[in-house]
DNA sequence: CCAGGTCACAAC
DNA sequence: TTGTGACCTGGC
């Protein structure tokens, strides 16, 4: 039996299934999609299977072959569909095959290849002499490398030579971060007739074991938690020690999932009455779910107009059909509602993913959907790869944010693979927005995507009336507070109707750079081409991109001036002014320091929730999903401060946040108000923000990426290349572009190369190369050829390169 | 002449 | 990615 295995080598040139000999004893245990323990070169390494051959004889020269060294899991991780998927991504996002596998999978499952030193038979007493490193290995037969590195450094040197003797000999070990949460259960040792009598001779002040005992009647069956028996019942550890051995119970260990929702009860809402506009977009979806064909839809409804309804009906019906659900959400720790509701309705069929879980965590709710336990998962991008088997359904929630793309290899887009899993599965695909992409909405109008619209809030809420202030009046008229005259007079109202409110700081241009007032002068970083970030907790500069920190100084380096200061982390700077403006208000502040710590996001929105604060205060973060009835008023402070950033989706971004933000008031009774203080007004984004107008924005925005050549019209691919001296890195950027302008089709544009927006990163120098294209059907394949070329030119210099296909950030 | 470092190359 | 062996440099 011969097995084909891409091995943990991301690198191009071992990018290809390597085949092993299968010993007999794997056999019963190898499949396709086992992670399996190879040899490779000298080394152990982790490998996928992602083929077997049965019959040797077809293949020749397998004497050659080495063997297959361990099986990893008794079910393979990867279903069929899932290897397949990964094929796919390695050639659509240029990729080693093994880095699109290790995106689907839980990160404790990337196994490690560690060297270890270990005793031979030859190293007895004697041998050991005076080495305390030898005696540590004759008593453990074995230690890591890296251990022996650190605990004998003096004695180090030595090994080799230990080697050579005969005394010690190295081997590799592959080991993944796999562990187990075990818990102590009791289970009874007793029938129900001896139990009764067990209870009878028990002595009068021996109570905690007769309420075991008791307990266990009324349970019968059943093991108990010693936890939960601790923590409602107050029952200690000696008790049960005693009943054990009394032999009446077993105390055993038993495997548990790390469950970050345990101990906490949802409460089952009752199915809502669909107004006519749920029913009309529910009937096409329900219909392709029904029939069990490919479909997809967008759904385009406005903040507050139930679309959470719809897909959670969409859900259900997909569970009817026996089929299972994923649920994509931009970030879900950002929306603890959001899981509530899917408990609340799903129950135990849920599992959720998301970047705030621990790893175990996150392994434990991956393995209850490959163990069949969930059949509907809610989670952030990557829980678009669930190992589901029969998936009828995919929703991809607020289909437009940028965190559906992946910014690191593989670089790829969780509706793009959502998009490939729902055709293949014959499934439905739903994505869902208020503010959809400019992608997506141009595909829909061309009939893609089956366009459904949801144009009005539930119950017939209006929008809220949304007001403009044009900050350069404000600073005419001698207002130079960051508050306009109208939010002022607005927070002022709120607070004295006991109403709450929401105001959103454009984090961009606030940053925390550290400027010296004098003579303009800002610190940036020495090995990057960026600003430092100012950090409050040390007083400390630091850059983003590499770590390098220095203390803030007290003087400016150029002109010696003691006005060199940090320019605030803009929502504390906020925060200060609205205490002065407004005494005693309460602030609750959302931003990077005070979210920070596991579960403080969540903390913080119950606070609010509970009425213990009159401001929620925030950046991009609170601007998304949150629902509560009494806010009434959202302010934007500063709406044009990414409207400017060089990125082609800057007016989109920003008309997206202005919607997003907008929506998060007056959703329920009470009517709702929105400021956007701008020093633009005149902008189309801000001018269709305060309508609500999505359509216009899309005609507008279209006329503009169809001037400038942008997506929708183009797609583009963006290729950037590195090297610490530029020569070089302007070499391989031009060897891969003249490889590429030879190729290319007619219609086709090659932008640069040119240096990148942020030229040097960690002292290494950044070109790249942008291209726009319309339609290039062979593109993929055309890359990966000028990927070999280039490497073929690589080869006697060190030049990393990166393609990004449909990029996202262009920096 | 050898220790120590650099570098291209292969990996089933 | 990483270990290996070929090759080079420099110190004696």
């Avoid at 080495?131 to 540590?136: D, F, I, P, V």
């Avoid at 010690?168 to 259960?185: G, N, W």
């Avoid at 508050?483 to 984090?507: G, T």
């Avoid at 998060?664 to 633009?680: F, N, P, W």
């Amino acid at each position: 039996m011969i097995a084909q295995i891409i091995v943990d080598v991301p690198v191009n040139r071992t990018n290809r299934p390597f085949d092993y000999h299968v010993p007999p004893w794997l056999r019963p245990l190898i499949r396709v999609g086992s992670r399996v323990v190879v040899p490779f070169g000298p080394r152990q390494l982790q490998g996928y299977v992602i083929g077997i051959v049965e019959d040797d004889e077809a293949l020749p020269d397998r004497s050659r072959l080495k063997d297959v060294v361990q099986v990893q899991d008794d079910t393979p991780p990867l279903t069929p569909e899932l290897l397949k998927m990964s094929e796919w991504m390695s050639k659509q996002y240029l990729c080693p095959w093994v880095t699109a596998v290790q995106a689907m999978l839980p990160a404790v499952l990337k196994g490690k290849s560690e060297k270890w030193l270990t005793a031979t038979d030859a190293l007895d007493e004697e041998a050991c002499g005076r080495s305390g490193l030898l005696w540590e290995l004759f008593r453990k037969r074995q230690l890591p490398l890296t251990e022996v590195e650190k605990q004998f450094a003096e004695e180090y040197l030595l090994v080799p030579g230990w080697i050579q003797s005969g005394l010690l000999a190295t081997e590799y070990q592959v080991r993944d971060k796999i562990t187990r949460k075990q818990q102590s259960f009791v289970r009874s040792l007793l029938d129900e007739g001896k139990l009764e009598e067990a209870i009878g001779s028990l002595p009068a002040r021996a109570e905690q074991m007769r309420r075991v005992l008791q307990l266990m009647l009324v349970h019968k069956e059943q093991s108990l938690s010693v936890q939960m028996l601790r923590d409602e019942y107050g029952i200690t550890r000696s008790p049960l020690k005693s009943l054990e051995s009394k032999g009446w119970i077993a105390i055993e260990q038993v495997e548990v999932y790390r469950d970050p929702y345990a101990n906490r009860r949802f409460q089952e809402k009752q199915k809502p009455v669909f107004t006519p506009v749920q029913k009309e977009v529910l009937t096409p979806i329900l219909q392709s779910i029904e029939s069990g064909t490919y479909a997809s839809y967008l759904l385009h409804g406005v903040t507050g107009s139930g679309k959470t309804e719809v897909y959670l009906e969409a859900i259900e019906r997909t569970l009817e059909k026996g089929r299972e659900a994923i649920f994509l959400v931009p970030e879900i720790s950002l929306t603890p509602q959001m899981v509530e509701r899917f408990k609340a309705r799903f129950g135990a069929d849920v599992a959720v993913l998301h970047s705030a879980l621990s790893q175990g965590e996150r392994y434990d709710e991956w393995r209850k959907i490959i163990r069949k336990q969930v059949r509907v998962v809610v989670g952030a991008r990557s829980a678009i790869f669930a190992p589901f088997r029969n998936v009828g359904l995919i929703v991809i929630d607020e289909e437009h944010e940028s965190s559906y793309k992946q910014e690191e290899t593989p670089r790829y887009h969780a509706r793009e693979v959502a998009l490939w899993r729902a055709k293949e599965n014959q499934g439905v695909l739903v994505m869902g927005s208020a503010t959809p992409a400019l992608e997506t909405y141009a595909l829909a109008t061309r009939g893609r995507y089956e366009l459904l619209r949801m144009p009005e809030r539930v119950g017939n809420r209006p929008m809220p009336e949304v007001h403009v202030v044009d900050m350069r009046e404000e600073l005419q008229a001698q207002n130079r507070s960051m508050f306009s005259r109208k939010l002022h007079e607005m927070i002022a109202d709120r607070l004295a109707k006991e109403e709450q409110m929401v105001i959103f700081l454009n984090r961009r241009g606030f940053s925390t750079f550290v400027m010296c007032r004098s003579c303009g002068y800002t610190m940036r970083c020495i090995h990057c081409d960026i600003s430092l970030t100012y950090h409050k907790t040390n007083h400390t500069a630091r850059c983003h991109y590499c770590g390098y920190t220095i203390a803030q100084p007290k003087h400016c380096p150029e002109c010696q001036s003691e006005h060199i200061r940090f320019f605030g982390t803009g929502t504390q700077k906020v925060e200060a002014e609205l205490a002065k403006l407004f005494p005693g208000i309460r602030v609750i502040r959302m931003d990077v320091d005070t979210t920070s710590k596991k579960g403080s996001h969540e903390e913080l929105l119950n606070k609010f929730r509970t009425g213990q604060g009159d401001v929620l205060l925030g950046t991009q973060m609170i601007a998304k999903g949150l629902d509560f009835p009494r806010v009434t008023l959202a302010g934007i402070i500063a709406a044009d401060t990414s409207l400017h950033l060089p990125d082609f989706r800057a007016a989109e971004k920003t008309f997206q946040l202005l919607t997003q933000v907008g929506g998060r008031a007056g959703r329920h009774e009470l009517d709702g108000d929105v400021v956007i203080q701008t020093y633009t007004p005149e902008h189309y984004s801000i001018i269709h923000a305060t309508k609500h107008d999505y359509p216009a924005f899309y005609q507008d925005e279209m006329m503009q990426r169809r001037r400038t050549g942008y997506p929708p019209y183009f797609r583009l691919v963006l290729i950037t290349f590195s090297h610490e001296d530029v020569p070089v890195v302007i070499r391989g950027a031009h060897t891969m572009a003249d490889y590429l302008r030879q190729r290319l089709a007619q219609t086709t544009v090659l932008l640069g190369p040119v240096a990148s927006p942020i030229a040097r990163v960690k002292d290494r120098f950044r070109f790249q190369i942008m291209l726009k294209y319309r339609d290039e059907p062979q593109l993929s394949d055309l890359l990966a050829q000028a990927t070999a070329a280039f490497e073929e030119w690589n080869k006697q210099q060190k030049v990393l390169m990166t393609i990004d296909v449909d990029p996202y950030v262009l920096l």
